[in-house]
């Protein structure tokens, strides 16, 4: 009996670890318009989704193909992403884009990015701008920017910002947020001319780092 238990312990164990193979997972992402294929990463990983409540498997991928722009190539880096269907089972679900560039078009510098976000900080800030009492650490490029060029004229980011901001005439709270940046530029060889800047909605970009009380009421803005 313990021997049929032990078993069915390795043919269940064996099952729910099986994974796709690098042929079948270059077939599933590769498409018309792919130059190359190349993985990222040596193995792949099983994790839990707790959007779809199913485990997955996830392969770190890198392809080069045509983009809309002719003579340009799209560099797209991300994960080839497997559901779990059961009996040892997956099911390609889809292709998570993490990042891409333009073969040829740098990003923009942090010095390009500040000059146009310190002609107009208030437009970084938004509404949050007005409420807040001290910029703790200025809007800087996040240590995982996510780069998404729309096209060769327009590319999204993500920065991140610390500040300390009213809740009450005599609270604040110190967050650290990130923001979603998009700039825009008439040419593809030309200077970046325009930027939006949304806050992320993500719990896990959004920091707080404690609340202060002033009984005498919040002190007056020093920025």
């Known amino acids: 009996m313990k021997t049929f238990f032990f078993i069915i312990a390795i043919l269940f164990s064996t099952s729910v670890f099986a994974q796709p193979s690098e042929a079948q997972i ?6 018309a318009g792919v130059i190359s294929f190349r993985f990222t990463k040596s193995t792949g990983t ?11 498997y996830v392969r770190g991928v890198e392809v080069v193909r045509n983009s809309d722009f002719a003579g340009i190539k799209l560099i797209v880096a991300g994960d080839a992403v497997y559901q ?3 009996g040892g089972g997956y099911s ?3 292709f998570r884009t993490l990042s891409n560039k333009y073969e040829g078009i740098p990003n923009p510098t942090e010095t390009e990015i500040m000059t146009l976000i310190n002609a107009n900080p208030t437009q970084f800030f ?4 007005y409420r807040m009492v001290d910029l703790l650490e200025k809007p800087h490029i996040s240590d995982t920017p996510d780069w ?14 610390k500040y300390e901001t009213m809740l ?10 990130t923001f979603n940046v998009r700039l825009y530029r008439d040419d593809i060889k030309g200077s970046w001319l325009r930027y939006v800047s949304m806050p992320s909605n993500l719990a896990s970009e959004k920091k707080s780092f404690g609340k202060k009380t002033y009984s005498s009421g919040v002190p007056r803005k020093k920025i």
Not at 126 to 129: D, S, W
């Open 168 to 177: 009450s005439n005599t609270e604040t709270e110190v967050i650290e947020q």
């Open 46 to 56: 099983k994790q839990w989704n707790e959007d779809t409540k199913n485990w997955e």
């Open 84 to 86: 779990y269907t059961g």
């Open 92 to 94: 390609y679900w889809k």
């Open 148 to 161: 998404r060029w729309h096209k060769p004229t327009s590319v999204e980011f993500k920065m991140k910002a």
């Open 26 to 31: 270059k077939k599933d992402v590769g498409n």
């Open 126 to 129: 938004g509404g949050r701008y």
